[in-house]
């Protein structure tokens, strides 16, 4: 157990639907990551938050957005969902913002698994 | 961009045989993170390898990163089917995180 608790574990949706991803970083943790993986395109970074704040953008699509607040927990916003965005969605904690390779310890959750229909 | 190349892709080996799994970049790694990822979970941290030339054991599986610090390996000895997975090598780089496609390996009791 990485104490990175993700839910729900899955998720089935329609087309041009909007769902809503949640994260519960390790204790102690201020870093939030978000990940996406699927069969083609393995595991994508999206967005990262330090301590409430937008650290970093990957490949995160518009259409696509997160937050952090204030207890740190994080959610991820997917909207107007296509047949393409069906994956797993990871979040991850690590204890720093980046930079330096301790930050880049990252711990993950179980993950989400999404499915578009 | 794919900065992070693994190899092999895919590896099926017998129990108890050895293996060497990469991970190289055209760049020089500032450090590097290798996990283990199992069908339907999030990817375990294995490890974290820093200093050029530097070598980790955990019990059956040796990291080394390399001098120039551009690659790093993987080796199991005598593999177990326990450590079927998929192996992925990370780099951060200022703000960015990038994973290696990964090397899936299966270990066939």
């Known amino acids: 157990d990485s104490g990175v608790t993700q839910t729900p574990k899955h998720l089935i949706t329609a087309t041009g639907q909007r769902v809503t991803l949640r994260c519960s970083p390790r204790?102690?943790?201020?870093?939030v990551y978000w990940y996406q993986q699927s069969l083609d395109q393995g595991l994508q970074f999206l967005i990262q938050y330090y301590n409430g704040e937008e650290r970093a953008k990957g490949n995160i699509l518009e259409r696509f957005s997160a937050q952090q607040f204030p207890d740190l927990h994080s959610e991820l916003n997917l909207s107007s969902l296509e047949l393409g965005d069906s994956a797993l969605y990871f979040c991850?904690?690590?204890?720093?913002?980046?930079?330096?390779?301790?930050?880049?310890?990252?711990?993950f959750g179980p993950g989400t698994r999404l499915t578009v229909t | 961009t794919q900065l992070l190349e693994q190899s092999p892709q895919f590896l099926s080996i017998q129990e108890g045989e050895n293996l060497t799994v990469y991970c190289n970049s055209s760049?020089?790694?500032?450090?590097l993170q290798w996990y283990r990822q199992e069908p339907g979970e999030g990817p375990v941290l294995l490890v974290t390898?820093?200093?050029?030339?530097e070598v980790k054991k955990l019990k059956r599986l040796t990291f080394q990163f390399g001098d120039a610090r551009k690659d790093s390996s993987l080796h199991i000895t005598a593999a177990q089917p326990g450590d079927t997975g998929l192996y992925l090598c990370a780099e951060g780089r200022g703000n960015q995180f990038y994973f290696g496609t990964g090397t899936s390996l299966t270990v066939i009791p």
């Open positions: 390898v820093v200093t050029g030339g």
């Open positions: 204790s102690g943790d201020l870093s």
């Open positions: 991850a904690s690590s204890v720093g913002p980046g930079g330096r390779f301790l930050s880049y310890e990252q711990y």
């Open positions: 760049s020089v790694f500032s450090s």
